[in-house]
């Protein structure tokens, strides 16, 4: 599965009374009621009157692999639909075995059914008991592990009528979804799909929803003639049924987990490929047919390279890919048949800012690791999502250059740090958590994915991938814990990696690096000092360190062992530049203590995008010497785009030099740019600077530029010169989808934005994405808060409420809604005071709701904001 987040980047829930350890917790609470029953009867009541009592932190509960007590070998379904009471009607045959002992009952997931019957394969009818999560069936006899027997499963699904709760990962736990199925909504097509990650599958059919558990497949499905079927496999049949309707047989022979089970139902445009006998195909809404493989991009070259990469062949019927409307997450790797959300699908104009080739990069390298081979609990989520996140890296590495792959690694790390340092560090591989969904975070995927690929440079490329040759071949169509992985990168390097995985999966926490370079003009030698500051233990790093010492540069490998040490290097003269972590893999934080010339030089004569990318953040504390300004002029003609754009963005324009010598490099960029990314960048540089003479390249930006983030920049730079020009060319744009658009029209609208412009607000407030609402809900409060009509006032400060009180969304979304709620309380408090009474409830209303949320907020930076602003 693929979390987005920013337009971009995950699922826990409560379904009825059922918890994500199932089977296992339906009898450990039968064990903790007995319990409880002898503590209460054996426990001496104490006086605790004088006595301090301080509640210890309750600790998560430790997550086992589910128990295996059936072996699910087929699942075989007949399926048809109710469209209108949003209902399935299902007919399962499930085939099992005992797993190891002999049993005589088999319990399912089964969530909100109405059970018609359950029968054996004859036909007969067994005894059962259900109580809304889980189906337990008396199987009439005691089978033992030799013999297969069959259960048949009559039901209803209906997943409207399910108390489901979701999570940042996957926001309705459901499973079945029923889009638009009145056709009430003129501009949205009717669509069903189903989301089974991580056990909602259970909510459309009966099965063992856990993911160690692993099955065959088919499903036939009953459907008007005018649509359209995908599923996993291959499509066997299409029969007419001869009253309008029609039934698909989809059949896949290669077994794969429950959560990896699909079906969507619609109207579409299906575009083909193949790739070595196989079909791949595009599943687009009918106006974009003639962009679906620009849509997927690469697709079948990805089969190619990823089945080259690993030695091992894409082993499923076919692949394909598919759009849905109202997607609760980004994208799902079900087998062969893969799910994604509408904000892959755009036209040729909108294709050009967004790139969901990360995505499908991501979503198919889960075909080989989380597929193929599985995580055996949610507990090891980061054996399916670490790889799949390294696959983007693999991927950009291979079609556009080790600076790509780059870049999208800085990018993991951002994330990483972001949610370790803002909300918690955790380890990636955590026996103990909440719900399932707790686990897809940045932590399961973007440090994953970074710590493939230190283990990657450590061990060497040809270990590495032989090392996730043999992890596949040992351990294909079955369900892995991490030390299956150790295992196979031991056989293969010939090395104990306990250290590595112990400390990088098994820990949590990352390194917080202080480097200081000195240098010893007697003894020639550089001297590095390492000392390491977090909280955790002590990391063992692995450093490459590059000497550059008269135009030479020299390649020695350190290892830190100590919480503080130092390394000393003999050289033939004072290093021009020592760059330690020269390799630029290192997951932690680095503090660096280095001259300007250093980084100029390390600007110059880096040869990764990573070295740039570091010198010019470097540099950044050296803005008032010109040199530092003229090697970042020189860094906007670098070969690849973010060097060229971060070099622009860096650059201080109000030295007069420095805007003499970059402002034509700047407008240059801006309008001709191969790259969109860097024009988008100058771009902001020009609108930055609030110079009137450059009103007509923004003009021209606006009208000709293929890409809406520039036009979006190039729009708020009108309206800083022009602010009339500016609102008028806003109001020709509010139709325009693109996050690039929204974004810059709710800056211009918060800046300069009155009445006319709430409704905008308003309407966009609830279909955002993440990325826009959180520039909406930053600028929101603004327009309120210049507002006179106390009814707009009002409906704002709920749609704010419903961002600043969501304790499970993103905790950004929140102190944008809690600061935007600030200024219009100060606002309206200002308008109370000055005699306007109608004012007053609004200050008391958003009084009230802070009061309530500051109550529920755990997050430490928005408890300190709340402190802040009195509450």
Known sequence: MKKILMGLLVGGMVIGGCSSTKQ????????????????????????????????????????????????LVNTSLEVSFDWEKRHLFGKAKLDLKPYFYPTSTLILDAKGFDINSVTDGNGKALKYDYDNDFLTIDLGKEYTRDQMYTVKVDYVAKPNELLTDGSEAITNAKGLFFINPDGEDKEKPMQIWTQGEPESSSCWFPTIDSPN????QEIFITVKDKYKTLSNGALISSKSNGDGTRTDHWKQDIPHAPYLFMMTVGDYAVVSDTWKGKVVDYYVEPEYENVAREIFPNTVEMLSFFSELFDYEFPWDKYSQIIVRD?????MENTSAVTFGEFMQGDERYLVDYDGEYIVAHEMMHHWFGDIVTCESWANLPMNEAFATYGEYLWFEHKYGKEDADNHLRQYLVAYLAEANNIAK???????????GDM??????????????MLRTYVGDE????????????????????????????EVSGEDLNWFFDQWFLRAGHPILDIQIDYDDEKKISIINLSQKQDEDVFQLPLAVDVYVDGKVVRENITMTEREQSFEIGVASKPDLVNVDAEKVLLGEKNVTLDKDAYVHLLKNGPKYLDKYEALFGLQYHQNEQVVQDAMIAAMDDAYWAVRSRAALNLDMTRDATKAKALNRIKKMAVSDEDPNARTSSMSVLAGLEDASLK??????????????????????????????GLAQAKKLEAVDSDGITAALYEIYGEHGGEDQLGYFENRYDSESVYSRYVLATNYGKVLSRSSDTKKISAGIDKLASSAGDFKGEWFMRMAALQSLGEVKTAMNSKSEA???????????ITGLLKSFKEKETNPRLQMMYQMMGF
């Open 835 to 845: 005699g306007e009474s109608s004012f007053g409830p609004l200050v008391e209303k």
């Open 463 to 490: 270990a590495f991938f032989k090392g996730l040759n043999v992890y596949l071949k040992d351990n294909e169509y079955s369900s892995v814990e991490i030390h299956n992985f150790r295992l196979a990168m031991e």
């Open 696 to 725: 007509s390249i923004f003009e021209k930006s606006i009208n000709t530029d293929m890409s809406y983030n520039t036009v979006g920049e190039a729009l708020k730079g009108l309206a800083k010169v022009d602010k009339d020009a």
């Open 327 to 331: 997607y609760v997450s980004g994208a």
């Open 440 to 453: 897809f975070d940045a932590h399961s995927y973007q440090k994953g994915g970074h710590v493939l690929h």
């Open 24 to 71: 296992a917790a339906k009898k450990a609470e039968k064990q903790a009621a007995a319990e409880q029953e002898r503590l209460e009867n054996e426990t001496e009541v104490v006086d605790l009157e004088g006595i301090e009592v301080v509640a210890s932190k309750v600790e998560d509960p430790y997550r086992a692999s589910e128990k295996r007590v059936n072996n």
């Open 426 to 436: 955790k380890e990636l591989i955590r026996y103990r958590h909440g719900e399932a």
């Open 213 to 216: 558990e692993n099955s065959t």
